[in-house]
């Protein structure tokens, strides 16, 4: 395959793979089509693999966009799992959009159990797949389920959106336990059909504060992470759409002394630094110095010639920009202290004055009643 096209990744090798399968052992009665219409079966996954198939496909293959992820976090459940009982109990997560199709799935099953081997641990899909993901065995070691991560990729090609079951049955009477918590990350294809749209934005990495439109700040941001809608991955090499304006002190933003902020050739002051955040989806911007009183806009452009883009080339805001005005009002700013000031009180003999201490401020006015 790789001499047919040296340019595959491995997740192009997966999906040529995936798709040129053919069912072997048909008399097996694990075989079964799940909801993107792909042969599956516990034992042979998608099949054995068509040579013939996979390279005449890898001839010709066009990469797959990004890989990106959305995660259910994590949720509590805190129950007993009922002893010997076919039925068991069930939780359910729902997924957001942000896949357009699933490759593999991952489960963090978290549970206490004293015969971890009577357990049986099944995921089922929106589309109604089922992945066995642990079934009763004999288990000598009792090696307990402590945050299990289980893999499965039988949701190959369906859609992550959706309600997502997690079913947990103990097959065996005698011993009983209880399941603590689950986790499900899905893994998949960017969907080329959605742009990023932006959910926050968080000034100085302060988990509790937001800036919207019209907010006013009384602390300086030094940084400022832009989150964007769940399962993007923002496109770093088109950052330049991303712009802070100062008004230039006089509140408006049309006379011509406006103070751009951003990166690139176009503008006054350089960010700085602007990157993509610990998430694919989140951006942070850190201001080269202390930002002054005055009246911004934060634009994200969507259209024009610098457009933000997620890694599909989707713009962001369906091809909008987005302007948030926000007054940044810091009061009164101490610019120096001096302490025993010298000076020539006579204009010819320096003098040190012991008992007086000299604080400089900025240019905004002070209420003398209250200094």
């Known amino acids: 395959m790789l001499e047919a096209n040296p340019n595959l990744t491995w997740r192009d090798v997966q ?7 053919q069912i072997t052992d048909q008399t097996d009665a694990d075989w079964t089509t799940n909801a993107a219409g792909h042969d599956i079966n516990h034992k042979y996954g998608f099949g054995v693999v068509d040579a013939d198939a996979a390279v005449a496909a890898a001839s010709n293959w066009v990469s797959v966009l990004p890989e990106v992820s959305i995660t259910s976090g994590t949720m509590t459940v805190g129950a007993a799992i009922p002893d010997n009982d076919s039925n068991g109990i069930t939780s359910v997560v729902s997924m957001p959009t942000g896949i357009g199709t699933v490759e593999t799935v991952e489960v963090t099953f978290d549970a206490a159990h004293f015969d971890p081997g009577d357990l049986e641990v099944v995921l089922t899909s929106p589309g109604g797949t089922q992945s066995i993901l642990a079934e009763q065995h ?10 299990w991560v ?19 049955r103990d097959l065996s009477a005698g011993t009983t336990g209880t399941w603590n918590s689950w986790t499900l990350n899905a893994y998949g294809v960017v969907s080329a059909g959605a742009g990023p749209e932006l959910i926050t934005i968080i000034p100085n990495a302060d988990a509790e504060a937001r800036i919207e439109y019209g907010e006013i700040l009384h602390v300086a941001p030094h940084e400022l992470l832009l989150r964007f809608n769940e399962g993007q991955a923002i496109d770093a090499r ?7 304006v100062r008004s230039g002190g006089d509140d408006t933003f049309t006379d011509g002394n406006e103070v751009t902020y951003g990166t690139g050739p176009n503008v006054d002051e350089q960010f700085g630094y602007i990157g993509i955040g610990e998430r694919p989806n989140e951006v942070i911007i850190r201001f080269a110095e202390t930002l002054p009183d005055d009246l911004y806009n934060l634009i994200i452009s969507g259209s024009g010639t610098a457009v933000l883009t997620n890694i599909a080339g989707v713009p962001f805001h369906a091809g909008e920009d987005l302007v948030i005005e ?10 120096a ?19 007086r201490i000299d604080v400089y401020f900025n240019d905004d006015p002070l209420n003398r009643a209250l200094v």
């Open 15 to 21: 999906h040529i793979l995936v798709q040129t399968a």
């Open 138 to 147: 004999f288990d000598f070691i009792g090696n307990p389920y402590s945050n």
């Open 150 to 168: 289980f893999t499965s990729t039988r949701n190959w090609g369906e859609m992550a959106e959706g309600d997502w079951t997690l079913t947990v």
């Open 238 to 244: 088109t950052l330049e759409a991303i712009q802070v």
């Open 326 to 335: 926000f007054d940044l009002d810091l009061g009164a700013q101490i610019i």
């Open 337 to 355: 202290v001096v302490p025993q000031p010298v000076s020539r009180p006579d204009g010819h003999n320096l003098m040190q004055q012991r008992d």
